[in-house]
């Protein structure tokens, strides 16, 4: 008896780990289907990168946050928004979206940083003001860090900056995990994100309530395998990640404008973005009363403040001025 229910479990739990598959393989299709690229792909060092172009103007460069991708600055608004007066280049970071993340490398922000530097040098950016949200702001922080020349300017959006215990390291690592890993998120992993994920989205709108753009959020985009991977990959790198930036913040040359909820149940804004404020030589912190972890869904305007402020920082870049402008340029810096 013990070995013929033994046998029986076994036999059901292989029947619904089949059906499980088929079911997400099928979703994920669907979702494919349904959001087809709409961006361009750039190729850099084998790693093939899809990103989302509008507008013209000074560039700027949108790095979005962990489970989602750059549809979140479109539902947002944000990338319309600063498309009206900006050269917008918002791109799936590697594993995200459509952008490929080879599992030969660790996907640290600095690696994805140099990746993302080389691939705007190949699309023919010459400078940037780069915007991070969320898990971004560790990417844009360390690109800022490498390319102080290129980068003209930060914007941070509800950062993660420093070490701090997280239960979600240890709960939601699991499908980056070879094999065992593999298996769960083709499979079961996308099912119990799925049923988790109102509860997820509650907690990073809150204490507002969830905002009606982020329904347009393509859901099963997220809950791919791949995208599975990716998420839980850098949920595990998330503590050691910000150990080691926070170490070389005071090296920041480039000015930042932080922005943060007060009321953030994702990111305590006090324990990063107060204190990243006041690490860093050129920055200014605009802390936003009674918003949470989704502050470029709460409050457009403050984030379109904070990109506007440093562009007016840093001034327009010298290959976009008109030869007029760049005539009395030069007769300003030469006293005339």
Known sequence: ???????????LTAIGLAASFFYVRARTKQAERENPPLGKFVEVDGVRLHYLERGTGPTLVLLHGNGVYSKDFE??????????????????????????RPRSTVWTPDKQAALLHRALGQIGVES????????GTMVALAMGLQQPGFVRGLVLLSGYFYPSMRLDAFTLTQPAVPIVGDLLRYTVSPLITRALWPGMTKRMFAPKPVDSRFNAFPVWMALRPKQLRAAAAETALMIPSA????KRYAELKVPSVIVAGTKDRVVDAGHNSERLNERLAMSQLELVPGVGHMSHYAHPDRVMAAIDDIA???????????PEAEALARASESGV
């Open 75 to 100: 539902t947002s608004g944000i990338l319309q928004r600063a498309a009206e007066h900006y050269h917008v280049i918002a791109f799936d970071r590697p594993g995200f979206g459509y952008s490929e």
């Open 243 to 246: 150990a080691s930036l926070s």
């Open 128 to 135: 940037a003001i780069v915007l991070g949200h969320s898990w």
């Open 312 to 322: 007016a920082q840093v001034g327009e870049p010298a290959h976009m001025r008109t």
């Open 1 to 11: 008896m013990g070995s013929t229910g033994l046998s029986t479990g076994a036999i």
